[in-house]
């Protein structure tokens, strides 16, 4: 009877090990679901918010600029502002509205931008100062939501960064569509040592907050982000994400 009672008591041990074991387990899996929740919000939100907002302080200081001498062009300016804003509020509203998504019963959700609104994004650059040329190679083609806003992503980033450091810098972007990848490529000019012009120290750096969400986003997909100074002068973003 003791040695039967020994064995219960141990084998009721190893149940609440067990148990507790589950419980650390689980809650360690929640919280990392959290974080990275957390991560890809931030993200999306630095997408947004960085470009609406850029392109927004870049056209009222082009407004400023000409409101007494060339009235015309400080209306157009601010209609570009005022798109610009709502172009930011449609965006937060479609990630808000993910984030809420079943609250209500509501599925009428505003749809991400993606590949498909790739020339009113060079449209709305070009507008704010930074001509960009676009050339696309093979035959454009539906993609899955997540590789198609995460593509758009990297050239918006790629661009907005050249529109805030690149003073009179043009701009090319290259989309390539292939049978197996996705392949993407955003230069632009700018200073370089070569030419005796000192690079501004506000400058993107490889390791500012946009380039590591970028890489992260390209990753998740199994692709490869690559973004670094040209030695000419500027900055070259490439990416590649398997289809």
């Known amino acids: 009877m003791g040695y039967a009672w020994s064995t219960r008591r141990r084998y009721e041990r190893s149940l609440r090990d067990r148990v507790r074991l589950l419980d650390e387990a689980g809650e360690a899996a929640v919280a990392a679901a959290l974080a990275a929740e957390r991560d890809r919000i931030a993200r999306e939100l630095h997408d947004i918010v960085s470009h609406n ?18 009235p015309q062009d400080a209306t157009e300016a601010l209609l570009a502002v005022e ?8 965006e937060l509203r479609a990630l808000l509205g993910v984030l ?10 505003t749809p991400q931008p993606g590949m498909g609104r790739l020339e ?4 709305r650059v070009a507008f704010a100062g930074l001509p960009v040329d676009l050339t696309v190679e093979g035959q454009p083609r539906p993609l899955p939501p997540g590789i198609d806003l995460t593509a758009y992503r990297v050239i918006q980033e790629a661009l907005t960064n050249a529109l805030k450091h690149a003073s009179g810098a043009r701009a090319e972007v290259h989309v390539r569509y292939t049978d197996r ?7 632009n000019t700018g200073p370089s040592v070569l030419t005796g012009q000192a690079v501004p120290p506000s400058a993107p750096a490889e390791t500012g907050r ?15 982000l690559d973004a670094r100074r040209r030695l ?9 994400i398997p289809l």
Request: charged share 25%; aromatic share 2%; proline share 0%.
């Open 53 to 70: 907002v850029s392109l927004m302080i870049i056209q009222a200081g082009a407004a400023r600029q000409v409101v007494t001498g060339a």
């Open 83 to 90: 798109s610009s804003g709502r172009e930011a509020m449609s």
């Open 100 to 109: 809420s998504a079943g609250d209500d019963g509501e599925d009428d959700l």
């Open 120 to 123: 009113e994004l060079v449209d």
């Open 181 to 187: 990848h996705l392949r993407l490529e955003v230069l």
């Open 210 to 224: 946009g380039l590591l969400g970028l890489r992260e986003r390209v990753a998740a997909f199994g692709g490869h």
């Open 232 to 240: 000419g002068g500027g900055f070259r973003v490439r990416a590649r």
